[in-house]
């Protein structure tokens, strides 16, 4: 079946660090790809999604690049902030299914 | 422009209790998905409903649980008979209907604890 593996976490970086979380994909169909970030208490939010073959997301300075040969779609950022720590999620949906597949989160704490 | 709204944010029962958690979508979005998050874990699928029709409750545990989505009015999920490991935040995510490509919109989650 579809799935999504993400790297483990929890990420610890310093202000200002790069960023990179790994997300590889398996579906049998042709899948859209979201990351998507949730704060402490609250729900999940849309970040970013690319919907084909070498579409880039990007939004709030985080960027992932679809890449179907290597069943993947990292998120990276260039310089993080305090403000970034957060749960995120990489997610797939295929275009004849009815299902969102998401992995198990990455947790990033980001120190001052 | 309101986004999913879910309520109760949170909910106390004691086993044995029912619990109802509702959610309303947002507006013009005819597809719901209820998720449950365990305390330092992932999303786990429950079920998918579109308006009187369930699609997909392949993730919803075969006793207690219960989902619908009524022509008027919110989605409820219920769990009956709640137990300690029905503790949990449930999440709600509408679409719109007929889009594909379409990114999932989440409530803020009800957590429940059974006492």
């Known amino acids: 079946g579809d799935s999504v593996t993400q790297m483990e976490g929890p990420v610890t970086l310093s202000e200002e660090a790069f960023l990179t979380i790994n997300c590889t994909y398996t579906?049998?169909?042709?899948?859209?790809l979201f990351w998507y970030v949730q704060y402490p208490g609250e729900g999940l939010q849309l970040l970013l999604k690319?919907?084909?073959?070498?579409d880039k997301g990007s939004n709030k300075g985080f960027e992932a690049t679809y890449r179907k040969e290597t069943t993947s779609f990292h998120l990276e950022k260039g310089s993080v902030q305090v403000s970034d720590s957060a749960v995120y999620f990489c997610?797939?949906?295929?275009?004849?299914?009815?299902?969102?597949?998401f992995g198990p989160g990455t947790r990033l704490s980001v120190l001052p | 422009n309101a986004g999913v709204m879910q309520n109760p944010r949170h909910l106390v029962r004691r086993r044995g209790q029912e619990a109802r958690l509702r959610c309303s979508p947002m507006?013009?979005?005819?597809?719901v998905y209820w998720y449950r998050q365990l305390p330092e874990e992932g999303l786990k699928f429950m079920v998918y409903?579109?308006?009187?029709?369930?699609?997909?409750e392949s993730g919803m545990p075969k006793e207690r649980f219960s989902a619908e989505f009524p022509k008027e009015g919110p989605s409820i999920l219920r769990i009956q008979q709640v137990v300690r490991g029905d503790s949990a935040a449930y999440f709600c995510?509408?679409?719109?209907?007929?889009?594909?490509?379409?990114?999932?919109?989440f409530g803020n989650g009800t957590r429940l604890t059974v006492t």
């Open positions: 995510a509408s679409s719109p209907a007929g889009t594909d490509n379409s990114p999932l919109h």
């Open positions: 997610a797939l949906s295929v275009t004849y299914g009815q299902n969102f597949v």
């Open positions: 690319a919907t084909k073959a070498d």
């Open positions: 409903l579109q308006k009187e029709n369930i699609i997909d």
């Open positions: 579906a049998t169909g042709y899948p859209s």
């Open positions: 507006k013009g979005h005819s597809h």
